[in-house]
């Protein structure tokens, strides 16, 4: 048996959308008389209140869980807002997000993946594709990570003291990359997926949507034996909710947490169960929905797998993941409450 000595603490965050002023962001979605749907002004409005106040003192109180043997910070995807109609200002919304929380966290490498909001609104991807890598590098090389390595793509893989860190772009993931990664780390302690969609499907609005392999059976099928085999350990968010999920097969193990950040103005202080147990998978959609969705066949062909599940409706909050031969312990904070709201151990 393999006996490692790394201990260390990572800082978790969910979607944050940072969207701090409409003018700077997004007049070029206004110019010559155009106006973005009611739905995504909407989205403006919520981010701008938000993080006047609310996500500022949810990041002060991530970043007070910083504890010396704190490795870095790692925000789940949907960093941004997007939709600022102009890939230059897309790049500053990046830049001065990251810069904000670096400032807010100072001290400590910031990792992100991409999420849908990052890559959305004109040429916003190949804006996110020219300016992220490098930036990721940076943080990459810092002290406290120093991967050694060079980020050239939005699919990615590094190696932190025992464990592996896959990075996996949902919208455009690459087997090969994640496969590669593996197969040259079999011995890692833990390998950690971090993905903005899910790898075990979310018990939530469009189940498919973000979902690796999506509708395409056989591609989610292969990919979900891959991951079993390796016993991952995924992180992810975009439903702004907190959940998670274990999955068992004669393949390995598959163990899935998925957190929120987006503090809106009627987010519940306390955590509003939906779920306790695995039969419970589906309620979700039902509730929201009033009947099953179209697509919850695909969460039935995981149904037999689910060993433990819990989901939180909305629960904005923050987590300190602890890393070590115990095991991989979460601790989730609902906004800035000082106290814990659930404990987790997914390894």
């Known amino acids: 048996t393999v006996v490692y000595a790394d201990k260390y603490r990572v800082l978790l965050l969910g979607d944050t959308h940072y969207d701090a002023d409409k003018e700077i962001y997004h007049s070029a979605c206004y110019e010559n008389g155009k106006k973005p749907a009611p739905v995504i002004e909407k989205e403006f409005a919520r981010n701008a209140t938000m993080w006047k106040e609310r996500c500022p003192k949810l990041i002060a109180s991530a970043y007070s869980k910083k504890t010396p043997d704190t490795s870095f910070v790692l925000q789940l995807g949907d960093l941004v807002q997007g939709d600022c109609g102009d890939p230059v200002v897309h790049t500053k919304m990046l830049n001065d997000t990251i810069d904000y929380l670096k400032n807010a966290m100072p001290g400590l490498p910031f990792l992100s993946v991409v999420g849908n909001h990052d890559v959305r609104g004109k040429d916003a991807r190949g804006a996110y594709e020219r300016y992220m890598p490098a930036r990721i590098t ?20 590094f190696r932190h003291k025992e464990d592996l860190y896959v990075f996996v772009d949902f919208d455009r993931p690459n087997d090969n990359v994640i496969k590669e990664a593996f197969k040259q780390h079999a011995d890692a302690r833990y390998k950690f997926v971090i993905t903005h969609g899910a790898v075990l499907p979310w018990d ?38 907190f959940a998670y999920c274990k999955y068992e097969d004669e393949n390995g193990t598959i ?22 147990k695995p039969e419970d998978i589906g309620s979700n959609v039902k509730r929201l929905y009033g009947k099953a969705e179209n697509e919850l066949f695909v969460l039935d062909s995981f149904k037999s797998g689910i060993k ?7 629960s904005a909050g923050y987590a300190t993941m602890d890393v070590s031969d115990d095991g991989v312990i979460i601790t989730y904070y609902i906004c800035d409450n000082k106290e814990p709201a659930k404990v987790i151990k997914l390894r």
Do not use: C
């Open 308 to 314: 433990e599940y819990f989901f939180a409706k909305g």
């Open 138 to 157: 940076k943080e990459l090389n810092l002290p406290q990570i120093n991967a050694g390595i060079e980020v050239k793509r939005t699919n990615f893989a």
């Open 255 to 276: 163990s899935q947490l998925m957190i929120n950040s987006v503090w809106m103005e009627d987010s519940p202080k306390e955590l509003e169960v939906i779920a306790t």
């Open 204 to 241: 939530a609005w469009g189940v498919t949507y973000g979902l690796y392999g999506g509708k395409v059976n056989k591609r989610r099928d292969e990919m979900r034996k891959v991951f079993a085999e390796n016993n991952v350990i995924v992180l992810t968010a975009h439903v702004h909710a």
